[in-house]
């Protein structure tokens, strides 16, 4: 296990709200993402960051943003969560340090339901 | 058209059964290919990775990239019920500015009967 925790593991919520989703890490790893995984279109990119404050976009940006204050903590909001927003929430960090290796270990999950 | 295929499934197997999973891509930039077994409600975990044509074997386990067909493979020998979880094919390209972009199939998913 690479240390990577996300919270909350759960939760509903109502169209409209915000909602903050954090996942941490405790290895000091430089490249944390986050992803959302759907049924028929898989694993695909919302954001990602090289670094403290270092942040961009990935594939499914639109609605959502992304902090990152401390290397351990990378943090999701979802703006005005609407109910396309209801997925399943995964945060993951870059482990390999090889240049030729680009795997990620993920963290459980979030489930997210957006009412 | 996807920038990567593979088939949903379900795959089921008797326990002892050689599986063979596959994914197809269309984007010949690809560069790294990776596998992840992906139990319910877990998160995916890596289990192989490479980087170039060819085989790549770990246990019970063989990777295989033909970058001439765009075509990857992961081969499961003696497959136990353990092993029954959807199984995700990655791939990645450099994109803009030098980050390297993972595209993920949708998963294949596998049950190995007792």
């Known amino acids: 296990d690479a240390g990577i925790t996300q919270s909350p593991r759960h939760k509903v919520t109502e169209t409209g709200t915000p909602v903050t989703l954090r996942c941490h890490q405790t290895?000091?790893?430089?490249?944390m993402y986050w992803y959302r995984q759907d049924p028929g279109h898989g694993l695909r990119l919302i954001h990602y960051?090289?670094?403290?404050?270092?942040?961009d976009k990935g594939e499914v940006s639109d609605g959502y943003s992304v902090s990152r204050s401390k290397t351990e903590d990378f943090l999701l909001t979802l703006e005005s969560a609407t109910s396309s927003q209801t997925s399943v929430y995964f945060c993951a960090i870059r482990v390999g340090q090889a240049a030729t290796n680009y795997g990620y270990t993920f963290g459980s999950g979030t489930r997210l339901t957006v009412v | 058209q996807k920038e990567v295929e593979q088939d949903p499934g379900p795959l089921s197997v008797p326990e002892g059964a050689i599986v063979s999973l596959n994914c197809t891509y269309s984007n010949s930039a690809f560069q790294y290919f990776m596998w992840y077994r992906q139990y319910s409600r877990k998160g995916p975990e890596l289990l192989m990775y490479t980087y170039s044509s060819g085989n790549k074997e770990d246990g019970r386990f063989t990777a295989q990239v033909d970058k001439s067909s765009k075509y990857i493979s992961l081969f499961i020998r003696d497959s136990q019920p353990s092993d029954s979880a959807t199984y995700l094919c990655a791939m990645s390209a450099e994109g803009p500015g030098g980050y390297q972009k993972v595209t993920f199939g949708t998963g294949t998913k596998l049950q190995v009967i007792p």
């Open positions: 960051s090289y670094g403290v404050k270092d942040t």
């Open positions: 290895e000091n790893h430089r490249y």
